[in-house]
């Protein structure tokens, strides 16, 4: 949105999204403040995730998982701090990246040729991350991440159903009802910007975008893991840290 009474520290706005929140309103050095700090709960959840996933000594494809959840939340921070072209990139290039991560994983145990998939999607990546750092995609990139995310709907589906666990089931659904919800908080946030500007209170939708899909990454991480932990026979359930929020914890066998 316009700018508020504060000059800019980073100067003009150069990125091509900008959401429906004043830039500048509390600091000269923070842009879009609420959609910037509305990423420290993404960035705590997945490093809870991810001292988990090391301490239990999951494979290392989790802990990859989590670090791409925390540097996709950095890379928001920058983005809407300082709405500028390059720092957008560190936005939307590690959300192509984190989908690429997840459809490995989702697909890898089933995937006979174990090089040609982690092969491909590497080199996907980095295509795209070196043609979107010269070519702006506008609805596109939006376009394309939709796709990528729906590709990964048959396979968590096939997982949810062939999930006896109760409390893993419940994972499966906080998955998908953070990111309905996140969703609706992002379209009202882009489709009634100009009526929400004259509300006495803004309720910050695409802020609330941030936190609910960082609750949205951890629920299907966790879910993830329990499903991969079955797999590998390592007795999965679900506990709860200071009973509240859920986690995975295992029992190896011995030998492994």
């Known amino acids: 949105m316009a700018e508020g009474g504060i000059s800019s520290f980073w100067g003009p706005v150069t990125s091509t999204n900008e959401c429906c929140e004043k830039n500048y309103a509390y600091s000269s050095y923070i842009a879009e403040f609420y959609n910037t700090l ?9 490093l ?26 950095i890379g928001s921070m920058i983005f809407h701090a300082t709405l500028q072209r390059v720092q957008q990139q560190s936005d939307e290039t590690p959300m192509v990246w984190e989908m690429l991560l997840y459809m490995y994983i989702l697909h890898s145990p089933d995937w006979h040729y174990r090089s040609t998939m982690p092969t491909f999607l590497f080199l996907y990546g980095a295509v795209f991350a070196a043609v979107h ?7 596109g990139f939006k376009v394309h991440y939709v796709i990528l995310c729906l590709l990964c709907i048959p396979r968590m589906y096939k997982y949810y159903i062939y999930t006896q666990d109760a409390s893993a089931k419940l994972l499966a659904k906080m998955y998908v009802a953070t990111l309905l919800i ?26 609330l975008w941030h936190v609910f ?5 951890y629920f299907a991480n966790t879910f ?24 995975v914890k295992i029992e190896k066998p011995k030998a492994q």
């Open 224 to 247: 993830l893991m329990f499903c991969r932990a079955q797999q590998r026979g390592w007795s999965p359930k679900v506990v709860r840290l200071m009973g509240v929020l859920p986690y």
């Open 48 to 73: 809870i995730g991810l001292i988990n996933a090391l301490r239990q000594r999951f494979e290392k494809r989790f802990s990859v998982l989590h670090i791409s959840n925390m540097i996709l939340a």
């Open 38 to 46: 509305s990423n420290i709960p993404c960035i705590l959840l997945a």
């Open 213 to 217: 899909m960082g609750f949205n990454s």
């Open 182 to 207: 996140g969703s609706l908080c992002w379209l009202f946030d882009r489709i009634f910007c100009k009526e929400i500007s004259n509300w006495p209170v803004n309720p910050q939708g695409h802020a």
């Open 133 to 139: 750092s010269v070519v702006h995609f506008g609805i």
